[in-house]
């Protein structure tokens, strides 16, 4: 019984590497950061739209003259379509980031197209526009996804500065853990910073919320500016 586990494991472990070794995570074609002579960085927020925090996230950047690219699940922008306008009305990116927020990864065929094109369609019934840029949930790529995102005419876009923003399930939160997060946050930026970076915030919690204008204050402090996707890429 133990020699038959054993086999059968050992015949997994292969085929589960030969399978990562066909569909890479992050493979190449997925830019993760963008090229400049300037002191520039993006600004990105994945999910949403939220009833609870898009707004104010949209306000400290409207307070800020800050532009940023917005991430959206089309699921959500169905629920929320008047913020999506003004994302949009306010000169901000947008992007792609599924119709359901799944591991594409996971799936191969039909369900990817799926999660894209279903929230390009959703994107046209509210904006009358395709945005053409595309980031995985978690970031996860492989080249069975990367093919398909070609296949819409979609930029893939990663991330060179993961902010750490996120929750995780069931993590409960008071005003000591907020203030850590926070610090963690821009410990981590601060040491990252670089021009042409690509920054991963969250569209949101309390977390985004506290240290987003820590977040542009030090980076203004730095010398540096905020464009949008479309303007670099």
Do not use: C
Not at 40 to 65: A, C, E
Not at 70 to 88: A, K
């Amino acid at each position: 019984m133990i020699h038959k586990f054993k086999h059968k494991f050992a015949l997994f472990f292969l085929i589960f590497s030969l399978l990562s070794f066909i569909f890479p995570y992050n493979p190449d074609g997925m830019p993760t950061d963008f090229k400049t002579n300037k002191k520039q960085v993006v600004l990105t927020f994945d999910d949403g739209p939220s009833y609870l925090y898009t707004d104010k996230i949209l306000d400290i950047l409207k307070s800020n003259n800050v532009k940023a690219s917005f991430f959206l699940i089309g699921s959500r922008m169905i629920e929320y379509p008047d913020l999506v306008r003004r994302i949009s009305r306010e000169g901000h990116s947008l992007g792609n980031h599924t119709y359901n927020h799944i591991r594409l990864d996971q799936y191969v065929g039909q369900r990817v197209d799926d999660e894209i094109a279903e929230t390009s369609r959703v994107y046209e019934n509210i904006l009358g526009f395709v945005p053409k840029y595309f980031r995985p949930p978690g970031g996860r790529m492989n080249k069975t996804v990367l093919s398909t995102v070609a296949s819409h005419k979609l930029i893939p876009i990663g991330w060179s500065i993961n902010a750490n923003d996120f929750l995780y399930r069931d993590q409960q939160l008071d005003t000591e853990m907020i203030a850590k997060k926070v610090s963690a946050v821009m410990s981590h930026i601060e040491s990252q910073l670089k021009p042409g970076a690509v920054i991963l915030m969250h569209n949101g919690n309390e977390v985004s919320l506290a240290v987003l204008p820590k977040v542009i204050a030090y980076i203004h402090s730095k010398g540096y500016t905020f464009v949008t996707l479309s303007q670099v890429m």
